[in-house]
């Protein structure tokens, strides 16, 4: 509870966003406020992505680690997420901040996983202003899916954070895909590793199920069929621009590149759009298998056909990161899961910069 309880106090000697403001630069006998050049640098690269952005229609997903920090980012930012796509990922706040907790109980032994002590977690953070009130939870699409042969992370801790999720969000608009005999991958139709139960790289694998559209139906609802997609629909973003003080590229593990798939009709400004993020999972960022995760899990079809905007952020390992994983286990410090994680505030900004 430390940790919250310095956000609660107002500690300004170690709030990020408030250091900036203190800090200045000289320049032509001129002093102008380091965050006054920020914003300015910021409105710049928003004027590059603005689009026509339907209201209430941010979702997430991910797999596996992706899939913990798809959880995460929707319980912390709850009042502007309204639907998540987990695979293969475990309750929010699983790891304790621990790595120990996470290569355990968050992995293969789901038993040692107590949901009242991390519902109880969840809302001292909401308590302490760290996270919004899981309240809003309550009328949020969740589509829940684990292999039944899945080694890495067990269908026990899946189940886990569907009764997480129980607790918080009307139940009927919970789906679980329990039953459907993969490994630790992202099921497609026919890309990636075959058969369905192989384990290994790239972690996408040939099921003849179409995870991204399952997944991307059930939290918006009927879809139009998925298109061809267009190459030059794929957009780069910088997400070291984003990226809050004191992190860097390096210190936040996240790569100084991301990706966005802008559908035709987004791109013309010609139709309202929605907004979904995609995160990978371990050993899938783009440094590690290339553009595989963003172009043959299955979204961008989807996408182009009906006006969803794809955003796939990019993690990029460090030393404290060696499989380039999303932090859900507090290797950027103990904020990780939280509105002021250095991952979790990167993220929301770059989508809050696409309506700006």
């Given at each position: ?303 182009e056909a009906n006006n969803i905007i794809i955003v796939y952020p ?43």
């Amino acid at each position: 509870k430390q940790w919250y309880q310095r956000r609660v106090r107002g500690d300004r000697s170690s709030n990020p966003f408030v250091l900036v403001s203190m800090m200045n630069i000289q320049h032509s006998n001129n002093s102008i406020t380091l965050l006054t050049f920020l914003l300015f640098a910021t409105v710049l690269c928003r004027v590059c992505f603005s689009y026509n952005i339907e209201p209430n229609s941010l979702t997430v997903s991910g797999l596996s680690a992706g899939a913990f920090a798809a959880v995460q980012f929707h319980v912390a930012f709850s009042s502007s997420v309204s639907g998540a796509g987990i695979l293969a990922g475990g309750p929010y706040w699983c790891a304790n901040a621990n790595l120990d907790i996470a290569l355990t109980a968050c992995m293969t032994k789901p038993d040692l996983i107590i949901i009242d002590e991390l519902i109880e977690a969840t809302t001292y953070a909401a308590d302490t202003l760290s996270i919004d009130s899981p309240s809003h939870l309550y009328n949020s699409k969740v589509w829940i899916y684990s292999g039944l042969n899945d080694t890495i992370v067990y269908p026990g801790v899946v189940f886990k954070l569907e009764e997480y999720y129980e607790h918080y969000v009307d139940n009927n608009n919970i789906a679980t895909v329990f039953n459907h005999s993969g490994e630790h991958a992202f099921p497609t139709l026919n890309y990636g590793n075959s058969p369905c139960s192989f384990l290994g790289p790239n972690y996408i694998n040939i099921c003849g199920y179409d995870g991204a559209g399952a997944l991307l139906t059930h939290l918006y609802g009927k879809l139009l069929p998925p298109t061809t997609t267009i190459p030059d629909n794929l957009k780069t973003i910088s997400q070291s621009q984003f990226i809050p003080l004191p992190y860097t590229p390096t210190t936040a593990s996240l790569d100084k590149t991301g990706y966005l798939y802008v559908p035709t009709g987004c791109a013309k400004n010609s139709s309202q759009c929605k907004v979904h993020v995609a995160f990978h999972g371990c050993l899938q960022s783009v440094t590690v298998v290339g553009t595989d995760y963003v172009l043959n899990t299955g979204y961008n079809p989807w996408a182009e056909a009906n006006n969803i905007i794809i955003v796939y952020p990019q993690v990029e390992a460090n030393e404290l990161n060696p499989n380039a994983c999303f932090d859900w286990w507090g290797y950027t410090g103990e904020d990780y899961a939280t509105q002021f994680g250095a991952q979790m505030a990167t993220i929301k900004a770059i989508v809050d910069s696409l309506s700006s």
